[in-house]
């Protein structure tokens, strides 16, 4: 089935490091990607999202790339910032069905 | 504001309680979805609701009961749970085509925090 898989574990950085997010996917068709945010006590909330292949999705300082040669969207920030601190979540959809495949989430702590 | 309000955010109740959580959307959507979120496991889609029809249940225990009575408003009800019933619920809403085609992204709401004691 369409699944999505995010890297194990928890990510600690410092302040206005860089940070990376991998996200890879399965999937029978050719589905639209997104990431999502959830910061602590909120639900979560879109951050940025990819419909096709090649496609770069933007928000707040993040990015991620729709690759279709690797199956994959990985999330990046060049400086992240103390409220960035949050749990993120990779996501898949399939066109023509409403149902989002989630990833575990990654929780990302960053320390002044 | 993310268009979509949960009530209440916080619920404590016993294992012999009845109770539900409320939520509604705002933006206009045609397509709700309650999930619900445990620590240290997966977010669990539990059930669909497409133009007020219920189109998915992933075998979700018969304590848990969804409403849906319109497309904005969109019920839990809950009785006799179980402590491992203890979790984030979130509700969440998108526009699905009429023809099975392309859905937007889904809205979730704060979410009830339930704790079953």
């Known amino acids: 089935g369409d699944s999505v898989t995010q890297m194990e574990g928890p990510v600690t950085l410092s302040e206005e490091a860089f940070l990376t997010i991998n996200c890879t996917y399965t999937a029978t068709g050719y589905p639209s990607l997104f990431w999502y945010v959830q910061y602590p006590g909120e639900g979560l909330q879109l951050l940025l999202k990819a419909t096709k292949a090649d496609d770069k999705g933007s928000n707040k300082g993040f990015e991620a790339t729709y690759r279709k040669e690797t199956t994959s969207f990985h999330l990046e920030k060049g400086s992240v910032q103390v409220s960035d601190s949050a749990v993120y979540f990779c996501?898949?959809?399939?066109?023509?069905?409403?149902?989002?495949?989630f990833g575990k989430g990654n929780q990302v702590v960053v320390i002044p | 504001e993310t268009g979509v309000t949960q009530t209440p955010r916080h619920l404590v109740m016993g294992m012999t309680n009845k109770k539900s959580l409320k939520c509604e959307q705002h933006?206009?959507?045609?397509?709700m979805y309650w999930y619900k979120q445990s620590a240290k496991k997966p977010l669990e889609l539990m059930f669909v609701?497409?133009?007020?029809?219920?189109?998915e249940n992933n075998s979700v225990p018969s304590r848990f009961s969804p409403e849906c009575p319109n497309s904005s408003h969109l019920f839990l009800h809950l009785h006799t749970l179980q402590p491992e019933d203890s979790a984030l619920y979130l509700c969440?809403?998108?526009?699905?085509?009429?023809?099975?085609?392309?859905?937007?992204?889904?809205?979730f709401g704060p979410g009830t925090r339930l704790t079953v004691l």
């Open positions: 609701y497409n133009f007020k029809e219920q189109t």
């Open positions: 996501a898949l959809t399939l066109y023509g069905n409403n149902r989002l495949a």
């Open positions: 969440a809403s998108s526009q699905v085509g009429t023809s099975g085609g392309a859905s937007t992204e889904q809205f």
């Open positions: 933006l206009g959507h045609n397509a």
